[in-house]
DNA sequence: ACCCAATAGTTGATATATCAACTATTGGAA
DNA sequence: TTCCAATAGTTGATATATCAACTATTGGGT
């Protein structure tokens, strides 16, 4: 086995192109592809708190906390406590974020565009299976 | 389009489990898989510079320089300054890092063998030329 | 021989990830 | 009601990634 030419180098590869492809996209904006995914996830769902945010995107709370005060600085989004149970935040975009998740999204679609670009539908649905299938593996 | 949920969040995910798995494995030894990368690379082609360590782990080269400074440390590995050239540095293991390599190559194989499981001969190639295909749409 | 552009590596700044230890708050059992 | 376990979030330590600015060394053109 090749170990440093395999099936897992190429998964590495090209989770890295793709991040390369979007921190490029977004760098108009400033922001960072983990940063855009918080805004497109508060733009669908607004008033989340920060475990649901880390759950939402598979990140450690503590990094949501380091993001979240970063954007909250940035004037992006805020947090007001939860009034009923205060040892929640509710986190939402403000406006100023919400304006920028309008520049954001296009980044992203953009990028998942160029991504499909000469892949049929069958192609499409045969690397999501395999690559369930993979994650599958890992996760047994 | 859904942005939280498509083929760059599959892919991303995949990466996320792969690397999981192999921290999981290779934690009895101390190392991370990026440390064990550079272990297997070294334990095929001994006495590479650090630029070319880089080149072949797709790293940039102040990465490499801060891993290399911390294994060297850890007696896993150390550096002799090329005396044809004296801007290079030849990069080989130690033999704690090579009695290590016997360790680490298991754990590296190990990952890839679980990660194939179930997979046939064709369903890996057509894996591995979607994702090619993938990788060079964010290449162009 | 001299100077300059190129090359190898280092360092600093910033962003993220992971894990463990910590605080604050809550809700339920005794 | 009191107290404890669970939960939400914070903080510190460590590892990695990226980019830019930096040093040291080299080799080629003049």
Redesign the pocket.
């Given at each position: 086995m090749d170990l440093l030419d395999n099936i897992a180098v190429l998964i590495h590869d090209a989770k890295?192109d793709i991040?390369?492809h979007m921190?490029?996209s977004l760098a108009p904006y400033d922001?960072?592809?983990?940063?855009a995914f918080i805004i497109v996830l508060l733009n669908e769902r607004d008033g989340l708190?920060?475990?649901?945010?880390?759950f939402a995107l598979?990140?450690?709370?503590?990094?949501?906390?380091?993001?979240?005060?970063?954007l909250e600085t940035k004037g992006i989004m805020h947090?007001i406590t939860?009034s009923?149970?205060?040892?929640?935040?509710k986190?939402s975009l403000t406006d100023k974020g919400k304006s920028l998740a309008t520049n954001v999204i296009p980044c992203i679609s953009g990028t998942i565009d160029v991504l499909e670009t000469g892949f049929s539908l069958e192609e499409m649905n045969e690397l999501r299976r395999l690559l369930i299938k993979m994650r599958d593996n890992m996760r047994k």
């Open positions: 890295l991040a390369m921190t490029k922001i960072t592809p983990e940063q708190s920060q475990g649901e945010i880390a598979r990140k450690d709370k503590s990094s949501i906390t380091r993001m979240i005060v970063s947090r939860n009923y149970d205060r040892r929640y935040f986190v």
